[in-house]
């Protein structure tokens, strides 16, 4: 906003420098900067190019170049956005109309996707989705109670995800779909769809909820703006894919036999192979940011068991109960652990010393005890904030810890992977150590 001292003390908060607008305007420009809306009045008009701005709500009257303009910033094709969204509150079609008027046909395509062609494109999708669907009707859905519409949904999930790359197959058509509906409305064959690209989208976050990723893309966030903010696909429903699934206690402990027999029982295969890679996939991610050995270990066997599913040796059933087996493991190493008398950060210097048998067998599991409590104590008193930056530290420690590890005899052609190992360790901890210093 731009003013003078003269104007009211309740705007002078508002009232930015030209410094601090053009400040503004960069971290617009920045798609990956936390400010994700503007207002503006007469701003930003000439010369203002963002090509990741996407949609743009419209409440003053505007006409000839000026409105031309405005609609210009939000027609920059950019990665995944193939045109913008403009919300129209005062109906200004009629001058929008007028304002190309005053234009060559050239211009006229450069500032604005024609619809036609939006929705043929809408239409081609619209297909491709149907296909993956092949014999399945998922129309039925339309048809049947709240209860049937979610075992609906849960049968659909599993069918998509029995196919091959089935999830990643309908995850592009469906997003390329919604994209070309979004600029599609309020286009008639546009609505005539709507309520089926609505079921595809709710498929679609159902398979989501077990999909291992960390969090929603830029897709899915422009996805969901663009629907609702044409309020063209309206959905009420909220899917529990443990409720749906039969899963009663997936957050209680994942581990305990009742939950594996749940999982193991449950008629939808795919699903279940898909619900239980993510549970396994969401605790080696956690014990990751402690332990370094058995992280990597339970990593590397839940890979292997996926890759053979995925180059179809063995079926869903099959590898659902070597997933199952996996969890087994993964809980008796926790229970192992606790048995060793040993805190947490010592345990997990404890299974790094011990990825070499040959120093299991010579020196006893006493003796990698008291190096584990050792090594803790040690890289304690010399871990910096900026040790893993610093040279001369990380020369220093891996003095200290070759020192120790040559005091207990530990086989020395295995000291320096060792020494490797242990650092790479306490390079997982040395953030919560440092906050304690």
Same mark, same amino acid.
């Given at each position: 906003?731009? &003013?003078?001292? +003269?104007?009211?003390?309740?705007?002078?908060?508002?009232?930015?420098?030209?410094?601090?607008?053009?400040?503004? +305007?960069?971290? %617009?420009?920045?798609? !990956? @900067?936390?400010?994700?809306?503007?207002?503006?009045? @007469?701003?930003?008009?000439?010369?203002?190019?963002?090509?990741?701005?996407?949609?743009?709500?419209?409440?003053?009257?505007?006409?000839?170049?000026?409105?031309?303009?405005?609609?210009?910033?939000?027609?920059?094709?950019?990665?995944?956005?193939?045109?913008?969204?403009?919300?129209?509150?005062?109906?200004? +079609?009629?001058?929008?109309?007028?304002?190309?008027? /005053?234009?060559?046909?050239?211009?006229?395509?450069?500032?604005?996707?024609?619809?036609?062609?939006?929705?043929?494109?809408?239409?081609?999708?619209?297909?491709?989705?149907?296909?993956?669907?092949?014999?399945?009707?998922?129309?039925? /859905? #339309?048809?049947?109670?709240?209860?049937?519409?979610?075992?609906?949904?849960?049968?659909?999930?599993?069918?998509?995800?029995?196919?091959? @790359?089935?999830?990643?197959?309908? #995850?592009?058509?469906?997003?390329?779909?919604?994209?070309?509906?979004?600029?599609?409305?309020?286009?008639?064959?546009?609505?005539?769809?709507?309520?089926?690209?609505?079921?595809?989208?709710?498929?679609?976050?159902?398979?989501?909820?077990?999909?291992?990723?960390?969090?929603?893309?830029?897709?899915?966030?422009?996805?969901?703006? =663009?629907?609702?903010?044409?309020?063209?696909?309206?959905?009420?429903?909220?899917?529990?894919?443990?409720?749906?699934?039969?899963?009663?206690?997936?957050?209680?402990?994942?581990?305990?036999?009742?939950?594996?027999?749940?999982?193991?029982? %449950?008629?939808?295969?795919?699903?279940?192979?898909?619900?239980?890679?993510?549970?396994?996939? @969401?605790?080696? =991610?956690?014990?990751?940011?402690? !332990?370094?050995?058995?992280?990597?270990?339970?990593?590397?066997?839940?890979?292997?068991?996926?890759?053979?599913?995925?180059?179809?040796?063995?079926?869903?059933?099959?590898?659902?109960?070597?997933?199952?087996?996996?969890?087994?493991?993964?809980?008796?190493?926790?229970?192992? &652990?606790? =048995?060793?008398?040993?805190?947490?950060?010592?345990?997990?210097?404890?299974?790094?010393?011990?990825? !070499?048998?040959?120093?299991?067998?010579?020196?006893?599991?006493?003796?990698?005890?008291?190096?584990?409590?050792?090594?803790?104590?040690?890289?304690?008193?010399?871990?910096?904030?900026?040790?893993?930056?610093?040279?001369?530290?990380?020369?220093?420690?891996?003095?200290?810890?070759?020192?120790?590890?040559?005091?207990?005899?530990?086989?020395?052609?295995?000291?320096?992977?060792?020494?490797?190992?242990?650092?790479?360790?306490?390079?997982?901890?040395?953030?919560?150590?440092? &906050?304690? !210093?």
């Amino acid at each position: 906003m731009t &003013g003078s001292a +003269a104007d009211s003390p309740l705007w002078q908060q508002h009232i930015r420098t030209k410094e601090r607008r053009e400040k503004l +305007a960069d971290r %617009m420009r920045d798609p !990956n @900067d936390e400010m994700k809306l503007a207002i503006v009045r @007469d701003m930003w008009l000439t010369g203002f190019d963002v090509p990741c701005l996407h949609t743009m709500y419209l409440d003053k009257p505007m006409k000839g170049h000026g409105l031309m303009q405005a609609i210009a910033r939000v027609n920059r094709v950019y990665k995944d956005k193939s045109g913008g969204l403009i919300v129209d509150y005062l109906g200004i +079609a009629l001058q929008l109309k007028e304002a190309l008027a /005053y234009y060559s046909e050239s211009d006229r395509l450069e500032t604005a996707i024609p619809q036609d062609e939006a929705v043929a494109v809408m239409l081609e999708k619209y297909e491709v989705v149907k296909a993956l669907f092949g014999k399945f009707d998922y129309r039925r /859905y #339309f048809t049947s109670s709240a209860a049937e519409q979610t075992q609906i949904i849960t049968i659909a999930i599993d069918y998509l995800l029995g196919l091959e @790359d089935g999830k990643k197959r309908y #995850f592009q058509a469906v997003a390329e779909l919604s994209k070309a509906f979004s600029l599609s409305v309020p286009h008639e064959e546009a609505l005539k769809i709507r309520d089926e690209v609505g079921l595809f989208q709710v498929i679609r976050a159902g398979i989501a909820k077990i999909e291992p990723v960390s969090g929603p893309t830029d897709t899915d966030y422009g996805m969901a703006i =663009k629907q609702i903010v044409s309020k063209a696909v309206v959905s009420d429903k909220v899917i529990d894919i443990y409720s749906a699934t039969g899963i009663k206690t997936p957050t209680i402990d994942i581990f305990s036999d009742q939950s594996m027999e749940e999982v193991k029982d %449950m008629p939808q295969k795919n699903v279940a192979l898909e619900l239980l890679r993510k549970l396994l996939n @969401d605790e080696i =991610k956690s014990m990751m940011r402690r !332990n370094l050995v058995k992280s990597r270990s339970f990593a590397d066997m839940l890979e292997k068991t996926i890759l053979k599913y995925q180059n179809r040796t063995i079926e869903a059933a099959q590898v659902i109960l070597e997933l199952l087996e996996l969890a087994k493991k993964m809980k008796m190493e926790k229970e192992e &652990g606790k =048995k060793l008398g040993l805190s947490e950060d010592e345990i997990a210097f404890y299974d790094a010393l011990c990825v !070499n048998e040959s120093a299991i067998a010579e020196l006893g599991d006493k003796t990698l005890k008291q190096m584990a409590r050792e090594l803790v104590e040690m890289l304690r008193k010399n871990t910096t904030i900026d040790w893993t930056i610093k040279e001369n530290v990380q020369a220093r420690l891996r003095v200290y810890v070759k020192k120790l590890l040559r005091k207990y005899h530990y086989p020395p052609d295995k000291q320096e992977s060792a020494t490797q190992t242990v650092l790479e360790q306490a390079n997982l901890l040395c953030k919560d150590w440092s &906050g304690g !210093n």
